[in-house]
């Protein structure tokens, strides 16, 4: 959960630093934000959410 005050910008990223996915996240409070991965095949990713306060990155494993 990350406090929003102003949009966020969530994206998916591979290891190639391709953009797989975009959401644009609009909330004052605290959000939660479900991304699909069932279409991806195992392996490492970027998670990425960017605000006007800086951008967050955390590493996502799927593994089937």
Known sequence: ????????????INL???VLSTQQIYSGAFITCKI??????SGYYV???HTNNGTISRKLVVNR
Request: no cysteine; glycine share 4%; aromatic share 4%.
């Open 47 to 49: 998670l990425q959410m």
């Open 36 to 41: 699909p991965v069932g279409n991806l095949a």
């Open 16 to 18: 190639s630093w391709q």
């Open 1 to 12: 959960r990350l406090k929003a005050e102003s949009p966020i910008q969530v994206r998916l």
